[in-house]
């Protein structure tokens, strides 16, 4: 990728955001990487420094507008446009639909997204006056085929690949393409927690016979992100191992 584009990462603390981060950085662009954890922005701004790249923390909660703002503003003070917006931030708060306490519901679909909106939003400004950018929307397989426990999660993954498809009819006469990547079962912090027989349980259902991993969707979202993308937008791109065709 060119050296002179910036990219944003959501969600850059720890398993896929980092792993794109680290990616970007090594391509050449510049990272301004956000998280709510300070410590691990830093650690992963040291790491990307110390290969010779170029990157940024701002520690932030992307569910607040104003946070959001001064995300998007540190950026252009720092490097004077944003090119790429990778909405990767994401929490889970498990449970039984009959179990759900209103804090589970809002907490998820307020980072999963909301996030997601405002900083589309704030990316759409700035990338519709410079008339190019990429958005890259890491949704999930379970947003299109749902799963048990999961219905906070699974409807705020299934909304992020509704605002991909509106915001991408918006964007694109403005050389802004939007489109999401829908990882399977990738091994990350996340999914580590799970028992060995939900594990296996899963195993069973992926044709290519493995778990994905960080750099598989990683893969996806460069490409996603690049220029040779630029004919493709409003598209949802499945990383999953053939769990769901």
Do not use: H
């Amino acid at each position: 990728m060119s050296k002179d584009k910036v990219a944003i990462v959501t969600g850059a603390s720890r398993g896929i955001g980092r792993a794109i981060a680290v990616a970007m950085a090594a391509s050449g662009v510049k990272v301004v990487v956000t998280a709510r954890s300070a410590d691990a922005l830093q650690s992963l701004v040291l790491e990307i420094q110390a290969a010779g790249g170029q990157a940024l923390s701002v520690p932030s909660d992307i569910a607040s507008s104003a946070d959001v703002e001064r995300l998007f503003e540190t950026a252009l003070e720092n490097f004077g446009r944003v090119d790429i917006l990778v909405n990767n931030a994401g929490i889970t708060r498990d449970t039984l639909l009959v179990r759900m306490k209103d804090e589970d519901w809002d907490a998820v679909l307020d980072t999963n997204l909301k996030g997601p909106f405002l900083c589309t939003r704030a990316a759409a400004r700035i990338m519709g006056k410079q008339r190019s950018g990429r958005i890259v929307n890491i949704s999930s397989v379970v947003g299109e085929m749902g799963n048990a426990g999961q219905a906070n999660y699974c409807a705020s993954k299934a909304g992020l690949i509704g605002l991909t498809k509106s915001v991408a009819r918006e964007l694109a006469k403005r050389n802004v393409t939007v489109n999401a990547v829908t990882p399977g079962f990738i091994v990350t912090d996340m999914t580590e927690v799970l028992s060995d027989k939900i594990k296996e349980n899963l195993l069973g259902q992926i044709p290519v016979g493995r778990f994905g991993e960080a750099e598989d969707i990683v893969a996806a979202v460069m490409f996603l992100a690049s220029d040779q993308a630029g004919y493709i937008t409003g598209q949802v791109l499945g990383v999953n191992g053939g769990m769901y065709m």
